[in-house]
């Protein structure tokens, strides 16, 4: 079973504009959640995470929101950039070293 | 390049044979850990060491897979008499940490692509 959730495979927004990628969860035990993004080709790269205790996390452009009696979290990109096109995984991780990751979805930010 | 390095990039091989992985990871970093990924899923928990000692597998681990870190450096990931559903990217992380903390960032490398013809 999917215990983490991401339902849009695909978003596009224009340049300059805000993105939204979102991400659930059924696992009661998650206490931490991270945001990873993927070029082609490459491995995964950290690029924000937010702890159980709070609602929200600011790292520059990108921001996440927890929402903890939903499941739910999201990430928000302020300016989108044509550079930040690449494939977005939310992950979870509660109770072990393990971090379960949802299917990703693949932002295109057009010029 | 001190990141994550995995070799081979790219392995394709015959049903029934065995082919191993291996992963050096970012040198100050004593956890490594093993992740499977399949086209159109994310990355899939396989297998974690904290230096040398495995501390952690999953269930999706079958008999057929070994991995090691005989000296808390590189780690070696083989699997034996492949099948068609081992096609996958196995890529490697790595991490600083000390108990059972919270993982924080992973660093991955570039992973290492499994054909099973």
């Known amino acids: 079973d999917q215990q983490v959730k991401q339902n849009s495979p695909s978003l596009s927004v224009q340049e300059g504009r805000i993105s939204i990628l979102n991400c659930d969860y059924t696992n009661s035990m998650f206490d931490y959640f991270l945001w990873y993004k993927k070029y082609p080709a490459e491995g995964p790269t950290f690029l924000i995470s937010?702890?159980?205790?709070?609602d929200k996390n600011e790292d520059g452009r990108f921001t996440v929101f927890l929402n903890k009696s939903a499941k739910h979290l999201s990430l928000h990109i302020v300016p989108s950039q044509p550079g930040d096109s690449a494939v977005y995984f939310c992950a979870a991780q509660g109770g072990s070293e393990k971090l379960v990751f949802g299917k990703g979805t693949k932002l295109t930010v057009n010029p | 390049d001190t990141g994550v390095s995995q070799n081979p990039r790219h392995k394709i091989t015959k049903r029934g044979q065995n082919v191993t992985f291996r992963c050096d990871p970012i040198s100050e970093h004593n956890r490594l850990y093993w992740y499977r990924q399949t086209l159109g899923q994310g990355p899939e928990f396989l297998t974690y060491f904290q230096n040398e000692a495995q501390l952690e597998k999953s269930r999706l681990l079958s008999d057929r897979f070994s991995a090691e870190r005989p000296k808390g450096s590189f780690s070696t990931l083989e699997i034996q008499r492949t099948e068609q559903g081992d096609s996958a990217m196995y890529l490697c992380?790595?991490?600083?940490?000390?108990?059972?903390?919270?993982?924080?960032?992973?660093?991955f490398g570039e992973g290492s692509r499994l054909t099973v013809l």
């Open positions: 992380a790595s991490s600083l940490g000390a108990g059972l903390a919270i993982t924080g960032e992973l660093f």
């Open positions: 937010i702890s159980s205790i709070k």
